[in-house]
């Protein structure tokens, strides 16, 4: 399965790239294919971001949130939920790791998560993720 990666970049990207290298990690109990950006777009223009975004999700079949405390209020991670949310894909949200203070209910989460809806797990064991991934797959 591939999965689409939304989060919020200057605040969580070197835990984000932990996650990658877990996904990559062939003893890991996560076994995904990583479709999210990593291209470096500073200076493009809006609409070509966009397009790029659209084609990753239209590959993937959920798109998993990772959650800190600025990813509420990141115009990206709101935009690529509602496109993957317009287009049927799964959708789940995982709080990063060391941050459940900065989380503590759905509204502390990006707004695609208020309706409950889609769900929102703690960082956890590996094993326990790659359920909640595949279990959001199905929910769609």
């Known amino acids: 399965m591939q999965i ?3 989060f919020a970049y200057d605040e969580d990207i070197e835990q984000v790239n932990g996650f990658r290298g ?3 990690n062939p003893n890991s109990d996560v076994n995904f294919l990583d479709g999210s950006c990593k291209k470096d ?3 493009k223009p809006e609409y070509e971001i966009e397009q790029y975004i659209k084609s990753l999700i239209d590959k993937s079949s ?3 949130c990772l959650i800190s405390g600025k990813t509420k209020k990141s115009d990206w991670v709101n935009k690529e939920l509602e496109i993957s949310q317009s287009k049927n894909k799964g959708i789940i949200g995982i709080v990063l790791k060391g941050k459940n203070e900065e ?3 759905y509204s502390d989460c ?3 998560f208020d309706n409950k809806k889609y769900f929102v797990h703690y ?3 590996p094993a326990k993720m790659q359920k909640f991934i595949q279990e959001a ?3 769609r």
């Open 110 to 112: 990006p707004k695609i």
């Open 62 to 64: 959920v798109t998993v």
């Open 103 to 105: 989380i503590k209910k």
């Open 123 to 125: 960082w956890g064991e």
């Open 4 to 6: 689409f990666l939304s």
């Open 41 to 43: 777009y500073k200076g």
């Open 137 to 139: 797959e199905k929910r």
């Open 22 to 24: 877990m996904l990559s």
